[in-house]
C-alpha cells in the first residue's frame, strides 16, 4: 500500500462530454445539422419576402398603368377639340389610331384584373364603363365641333368638356387597389419585412 498517492482516472472520449456514450464526432454533426436547419429556414424567409416584394411591385405597376390609360382616354375630348383644320382626313386617322391604342390597353387591363382579384376587376370594370360612357360622350361631341383654327381656341369655356362625374369612380378603383396591396401587406408582416 502506497500511502500518500492518489490515482487520477482517465474518462474516455467518448463520455466526456454528455456522460450518455455521445461522442465528440455526434455533438459536431448535431451542431452542423442544426445550422444547416437555421440557414435553410432563413433561406426560405429572405427568399418569400423577396417573393412578396416583387409581386406588390408588379402589383402597383400594373394598376398605375391601367389608371394611366383611362387618363389617356380622358384626353380625347381635348385633343379632338384640338384637331388640326388643315389635315381633317389625316386628323380623323390619327386621332382613331391613337383612342384605338388605349381601347385595346383598357381591354387588357379589363381582362388583366378579371385573373388577379374580383374586388379590383370590378372596381376598374366600373370605371371604365363611366368612362367610355363620359368621356366617349364628350368624344363625340368633340367631332360634332369645329376643329381649332387659332391660339385662341385651344382653350373652352368651362363646362364644354366635364369629365368631374368619373371622379367618384377612380377614388373607388383606388381604394379597390390599396385594399388589394393591403392584403399583401398584411402577409408582409408575418415576416416582419419593412415598408418599401
Not at 12 to 29: E, F, K, M, N
Not at 74 to 91: C, G, S, T, V
Not at 165 to 191: M, N, S
Request: with cysteine; charged share 25%.
Amino acid at each position: 500500500m502506497h500511502v500518500g498517492t492518489t490515482t487520477q482516472t482517465v474518462m474516455p472520449a467518448h463520455t466526456a462530454w454528455g456522460g450518455s456514450g455521445q461522442s465528440v464526432s455526434d455533438l459536431i454533426l448535431g451542431l452542423l445539422l442544426s445550422g444547416a436547419l437555421i440557414a435553410a429556414v432563413v433561406n426560405i424567409v429572405l427568399t418569400r419576402r423577396k417573393s412578396l416584394e416583387d409581386e406588390r411591385a408588379r402589383l402597383r405597376s400594373t394598376c398605375a398603368e391601367a389608371f394611366e390609360a383611362v387618363a389617356a382616354y380622358k384626353e380625347f375630348p381635348y385633343a379632338i377639340r384640338r384637331r388640326r383644320h388643315d389635315e381633317p382626313a389625316l386628323e380623323r386617322v390619327r386621332l382613331s389610331d391613337e383612342l384605338r391604342h388605349i381601347q385595346s390597353r383598357l381591354s387588357y387591363f379589363s381582362s388583366w384584373m378579371r385573373g388577379e382579384d374580383a374586388t379590383l376587376s370590378a372596381a376598374f370594370d366600373g370605371l371604365v364603363t363611366k368612362l367610355r360612357n363620359i368621356a366617349g360622350t364628350a368624344c363625340h361631341d368633340a367631332w360634332l365641333a369645329p376643329a381649332a383654327t387659332s391660339d385662341a381656341d385651344m382653350n373652352f369655356p368651362m363646362g364644354v368638356v366635364d369629365l368631374s362625374d368619373l371622379q367618384p369612380y377612380e377614388d373607388a378603383y383606388i381604394a379597390a387597389v390599396r385594399a388589394h396591396l393591403g392584403g399583401l401587406i398584411k402577409t408582409r408582416r408575418i415576416f416582419r419585412l419593412p415598408r418599401s
